[in-house]
């Protein structure tokens, strides 16, 4: 649905297992032409996505009460610079109004149909330095304590159910350096793409469901959020799946 190609890159640093030490110097940091909440009709912002090198990667319904709202899930070619669209409608529905829910930076696509949580998606924080994490934003109101957790624990809790991390990115907010997303916010999106079972939407996370996971950096005190549906790769998604 969404196709494009711009060759940015932004600084890294080493919060993933497979990067234990800081790495790259940015010569570029990305640059994003469209803002969170900014909206369109699914033409107009096709336009501007593929005007910035941006493809879907992904597609997932977002669960709202007894409601559906299609997520399309892109990037650019060197996965510097994506974006979270939502949808006015389902995936099934012909949507009216598309609008930027999130940018991302350093996107990372993990393979959700092989046994995981894979080492890629892990963070390199001691676990326990994400429990004190969780005990300082519940003393702030933040969230409640006993919905927050490492990021580790989480993806293994998930893996029972068959909830695998599709895909991760740093959330770059309006205004915000995005050099230094790597310190604010990291989001994963689980699902079970491989079982077919009845998914029935009153509760998605029976069948094909899935969630967005927030993970507080650097230690990764991670909380889930949204409910999804039917998460699935695109072809393009599937094609740049690590072998």
Known sequence: MIEMATPLFIAGRAVFKWAAVAVCIATALPVYALDPGECGTPEAMTAMLKAEGQRSIAMADEVIGTRLRAMIFTTNDDRSVGYIMRSDQDSDTKAKEFCVYRRLADIRLHDARKPGPPSAAL?????????????????????????????????????????????????????????????????????????????????????????????????????????????????????????
């Open 123 to 243: 963070l390199t924080a001691p676990e326990d330095d994400a429990r004190r994490r969780c005990d300082d934003l519940a003393a702030k109101g933040t969230i409640p304590r006993e919905t927050c957790f490492p990021l580790g624990v989480m993806l293994r809790a998930q893996e029972r159910d068959g909830f695998r991390p599709i895909l991760q990115g740093f959330i770059v907010h309006k205004g915000s350096d995005p050099s230094q997303a790597w310190r604010g916010t990291l989001l994963t999106v689980t699902g079970n793409v491989i079982k077919k079972g009845k998914g029935q939407q009153s509760n998605p996370l029976f069948g094909e469901g899935g969630l967005l996971l927030y993970s507080a950096m650097p230690e990764g005190a991670t909380a889930d959020d949204e409910v999804l549906y039917r998460p699935h790769y695109t072809p393009y998604g599937l094609s740049l799946l690590p072998n």
